[in-house]
């Protein structure tokens, strides 16, 4: 499934200042038997966002309109628990590009890096920064510039040097996965096989 290229976004967020979000409560283990990564968003955070009934529950964030955008703020260690991809795929499939916290499970950060969701880690302080921007006005937005590896408070125009890894960087850049940035090498490769004679 090709990658979209990610340069810049522009985008209000949704807050879920929740700590500790695991891959489970991400999407639940019940929703994991497709295995194409369409259709993972209806079921993303389900049993929060539905009662038993199967009723949407009002006040969870998700069900409400107030909040939109494609960049979800959570809080710290968010993404632990078991290694399933499906957590990445729930999140873009749902409409996020970004996910921002203070802390992310590293095997979590790397599906999601995988799969096209850019997570972008940022210091507590700057964390708190951001969901004050959000409870002040719902609205705000945030700009977020993977080139230049920064994400800005746009209405102040405060901002965070992230970090990312030199590859995933390159792969997100140009809309690569590990199969396509492999081939993007091909005449490299082939060049330096026959160099070896």
């Given at each position: 499934?090709?990658?979209?290229?990610?340069?810049?976004?522009?985008?209000?967020?949704?807050?879920?200042?929740?700590?500790?979000?695991?891959?489970d409560q991400i999407i639940p283990a019940r929703f994991l038997k497709a295995i194409e990564r369409k259709g993972f968003g209806d079921n993303l955070f389900r049993d929060?966002?539905?009662?038993?009934?199967?009723?949407?529950?009002?006040d969870f964030v998700l069900n409400t309109p107030v909040y939109s955008g494609e960049i979800l703020v959570a809080g710290e260690n968010f993404g632990s628990g078991s290694s399933r991809e499906h957590a990445a795929w729930a999140l873009f499939d749902y409409g996020f590009r970004v996910v921002?916290?203070?802390?992310?499970a590293d095997i979590f950060k790397n599906n999601a890096l995988n799969n096209g969701l850019?997570?972008?880690?940022?210091t507590p302080e700057f964390l708190e920064k951001i969901f004050d921007a959000i409870k002040k006005d719902p609205r705000a937005e945030f700009k977020v510039d993977l080139e230049n590896?920064?994400?800005?408070?746009?209405?102040?125009?405060?901002?965070?040097?992230?970090e990312i890894s030199a590859?995933?960087?390159?792969?997100?850049l140009k809309g690569y996965d590990d199969?396509?940035?492999?081939?993007?090498?091909?005449?490299k490769i082939e060049a330096f096989e026959n160099q070896q004679g």
């Open positions: 499934m090709p990658i979209d290229k990610f340069k810049k976004l522009r985008s209000t967020a949704v807050p879920l200042p929740i700590e500790n979000v695991d891959t929060w966002r539905y009662d038993q009934k199967n009723q949407p529950v009002k921002v916290s203070s802390f992310f850019l997570p972008v880690q940022v590896q920064n994400f800005t408070i746009a209405e102040t125009g405060e901002n965070f040097q992230f590859y995933k960087k390159e792969c997100l199969i396509d940035y492999l081939l993007s090498l091909k005449e």
